[in-house]
């Protein structure tokens, strides 16, 4: 019996090692975030569609996602942020999809995003989501529209926008 509590021992430190090995090799090699704060968003706006999308343009060019403009009036008497949210269901059988949000034609945080890696068979459709920062927003009208691109041939479906901002 000793001997059985001894090896379930071992195999558990043995597994915790290898856990917290795991964990190492995922943390991130910046030690600083490219932004942090914080902001009270006190209403939001959305849109869902089902209208499908696809291209297959080799340029680098940004093309605008349809149905994901969003007008709204940002409230307050200061500046502040605007939390963009966007999930799809997308397919790249294989390409790399970059999505992005954009403020009143600025690029919001984070830039560069990969929505959608390079592996896996074109049909299969699977859901992917990211959430954007717009910092230091004025009060005022402003329009949030996503965009994608690929060098490949790339597909969205299903999809939601969520705009969460001051009121």
Known sequence: MKSVHF???KLAITTLAGAALSLAALTPITAAPIA???CVATA???KVSTTSQSTGSTTKDYVDVIDTRIDF???GNSNSCVI???SAQADTGGAVMQ???LLDGSECLPTDNN???GTGAFGTFPSHAMNYVCENVAPGNHRVKMQFRTQGEVALWKRTIIVHFVK
Do not use: D, N
């Open 84 to 86: 963009v949210s966007f």
């Open 115 to 117: 929505f959608v890696g």
């Open 99 to 101: 999505v992005r949000a």
């Open 7 to 9: 090896l379930c021992s």
């Open 44 to 46: 939001m706006k959305y």
């Open 36 to 38: 942090a704060g914080s």
């Open 73 to 75: 009036t940002q409230g």
